[in-house]
């Protein structure tokens, strides 16, 4: 049903309210308005005049006019002089919604069906994504500058496993904060988590073989193992419980996945002590252990070990610094090294030296270190902020203890209906959480709410924490 123009100025107040105040005034409305159009809005909804919209939010004209560019570029908006702007998504997006596996194959096919990302991927609780409006982005444009001159044509080149320096400076950078330590020859740099992934699925599995995950599990990396053809068993893990009911396999798999010191998606601290007994009881060929939740503490809590010849450590900046950058790193044993390297290099290609120099730099100078020290005791404060407004809530069971990650997780009583949760929050609220059920097996009845804290703070953080607190209450308790 198309909203009055009144409402529609009111839908875009509140949305722009939603967004991290230390964004600039063009991307707060611009994440407001796709947030709208993406999850409100119909097609064919008709904007407040633009000088409305600028009256409203003390916006400039200018301002306005390019966002309102940028959302006509990618199909989102349409605008004709005199008769106002609307939404109309284009022909081709509205085709693809109606039939999304029309020519698609078997494997694209699952992976749609058992997704579980919302296409909303900005908002106050939107689990996975740090702290962007506050990353020293002056900074680190000023690295490109003292990068992008004549004398570094090398980095507009292929690579070889990744940047030397950038290399070093994770070996380093590892040592410090993980106290492993690891030879330059066994970091392979790759696009992100995701791609280290596929690089693994690719060089050391064939497809149907088995890999063995948690439930619940990281929805991003069962997605890359079923998009590779991988079968995928879960096993069920509960804090201080361990894993539970494992029936001793016929065949030894032929990859066990592990999130690293944190659970993800239950942010708890995951014992090294449970992860050796799964080993042990699944003998699995290939152990990768993905370092995803990243948190201030000085010590390993990983059973990952650079001389073990069948781990390997995936690890991503994304996190830790902004989505964008999509660069993160492998850690692999001496023996595959060389080879998986080789595979990297002829079925991705390698580039992005010069964003691989800028990150080495800004590694070597110590700007991640502080900037890590920094961020984790912020989020450490916005944890504690959301789990005391959220602990006693009914048919809250638990929140998982604040430890300075991005991530916070409601556990619910097992009969509420989390994906019902979600979407009354995203409809009633605007606020965007993922339900833990659908990362969950089949045998799995826990129930929850994923969120994040990077993307809200302070008294932003402290309202919509509110709203957050009243949607979970007034749903529980409805008739």
Partial sequence: MLRSVEEALGDIDDAWQRQPARLSKQVRLEQ???????????????LPAHRHICQRLGLARSTLAG??????????????????????????????????????????????HTAAVSPVQSGAFVPGIPDIARFPMRRWRALYATLTVPHNALLLSYSS????????????????????????????????????????ALALADHGDRVVM?????????????????????????????YRDLPKAAHAPRLLYLTGARHYPLSVYMPVEDKRALVERLAPEVIIEDDYEFFDRRHRDLLFSPDNGRCLLAGSFSKLMFPGLRLGYLVVPRTLSGAINRVRSEVFREGRMLDQAVLAQFMADGDLDRWCRRINRDYLQRQQTLHDLLVDLPGVVDVSPPAGTITLCVMLA?????????????NQYRLVVRPLSLVCSDDDPRRGLVLGVGMVEGETLERLGRQLAEGIRRFVERP
């Fill in 32 to 46: 407001a308005l796709i947030e709208l159009i993406e999850s409100l809005w119909e097609d064919g909804q008709r």
């Fill in 67 to 112: 966002v309102m560019e940028n959302l006509q570029s990618r199909g989102l908006l349409v605008t004709q002089h005199g008769r106002g702007s609307w939404t109309q998504r284009s022909v081709t997006a509205t085709e693809h919604a109606t039939t999304p596996e029309a020519g698609l194959s078997q494997r694209a096919r699952a992976l749609l």
């Fill in 161 to 200: 496993g990744g940047y030397g320096p950038l290399k070093r400076a994770i070996a380093d950078f590892l040592r410090r904060w993980r106290g492993i330590e690891c030879a330059l020859e066994q970091i392979i740099i790759t696009d992100g988590t995701h791609h280290g992934l596929e690089l693994c």
């Fill in 214 to 242: 948690d439930s619940p599990c990281y929805w991003g990396a069962r997605n890359v193992f079923q998009a590779a053809g991988l079968a995928i068993s879960r096993c069920r893990w509960q804090p201080g419980v361990g």
């Fill in 414 to 426: 097992e009969q509420i209906d989390d994906v019902r949760l979600s979407r009354y929050l995203l």
